[in-house]
């Protein structure tokens, strides 16, 4: 980490405060150092003064090993540009002066230019529509812009694959962003991502099937404890009923019952014996609707459970 001068700030940030006179720590005279934006003493490390901005160069670029100036925010996969779109403003330049007119001109023509250039092709143009559905569907299942990269980045590769030909753009980009959730464990079912889409849960699940098996998508099995939290604040069940449940979950799992089983079927059978065991109000048929199963699923792996753990 490089060193930068004692107490070295520009003019316009020291407004307001003065300098701190001494150059030795008071509590040990030992030598100060300013780093990182805080003043502290080499010897004892008392901080002496802290420092928002740090006028040290940082390291430049994103890329290992590549020598690149940082200009602006790093890449990204969720914009159809790479997040590297030139913006032309409007009728005031950097300083804030009003522009002249002639020149207010010159900027529209740009703009009407810059426009009309913005889509190199027609697929990149789909591309862009696409990226604006993902994040509008990330933002509505107020998902983090982990799962917004990963769905457009898995809708990119799949557009490389020509898998976007004869399909509409929303189910794929629906489906790609279930995908997100799939593999980034998050528990967001199908339906959930088809309440927020145009598109119905079928077409969701299709399109994700279709990236799944073209794409060799690396999909973790769903564990069945996995969807308790959401299962059971969706039932209001109290905490001490959700933590049996995940215990019952567990157990399940180790004794096979969720071999083969439908993982929200079998977290909805756990939920009930645990609400059961605690005397809970929950209804089998409160449970089936929350967890997107049968009532009959909730019943025989409730019956499994009583049975086997
Ligand atoms: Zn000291």
Request: glycine share 8%.
């Amino acid at each position: 980490m490089s060193q930068r001068a004692i107490y070295g700030r520009s003019f316009d940030e020291t407004d307001g405060q003065t300098l701190p006179a001494e150059t030795t720590c008071p509590e040990c005279d030992g030598a100060l150092r300013t780093e990182g934006g805080e003043t502290s003493c080499s010897v004892c490390g008392l901080i002496i003064d802290e420092y928002r901005i740090d006028h040290q160069g940082g390291v430049g670029g994103y890329v290992d090993d590549e020598e690149t100036e940082r200009t602006g925010p790093p890449l990204t996969f969720g914009r159809h540009d790479r997040g590297l779109s030139t913006t032309i403003g409007w009728n005031r330049d950097a300083k804030g002066n009003t522009l002249p007119a002639a020149k207010r001109r010159r900027l529209n023509r740009q703009r009407t230019q810059n426009r009309r250039a913005k889509w190199r092709s027609k697929a990149e143009r789909n591309l862009g529509h696409a990226c604006f559905e993902i994040a509008r569907l990330v933002s509505a299942l107020e998902l983090p812009t982990v799962v917004r990269e990963s769905a457009s980045k898995t809708y990119r590769t799949a557009q490389q694959a020509d898998l976007i030909t004869g399909r509409s753009i929303e189910s794929m980009a629906a489906g790609a962003v279930y995908a997100a959730c799939r593999c980034g464990g998050f528990a967001v079912s199908a339906s959930a991502v088809a309440d927020v889409s145009v598109s119905s849960t079928d077409h969701v699940q299709h399109a994700y099937s279709v990236l799944n098996v073209e794409l060799s998508l690396e999909t973790p099995v769903i564990q069945p404890g996995s969807l308790i939290p959401k299962l059971a604040t969706g039932c209001d069940c109290s905490p001490q009923v959700q933590h049996r449940a995940l215990e019952l979950a567990t157990q399940a799992v180790d004794a096979g019952l969720a071999n083969g089983r439908n993982p929200a079927g079998v977290a909805a059978g756990c939920l009930y014996t645990a609400v059961s065991e605690h005397d809970g109000v929950t209804t089998q048929a409160e449970i089936a609707a929350a967890a997107e199963v049968s009532v009959e699923t909730v019943r025989s792996r409730y019956q499994e459970l009583q049975d086997r753990v």
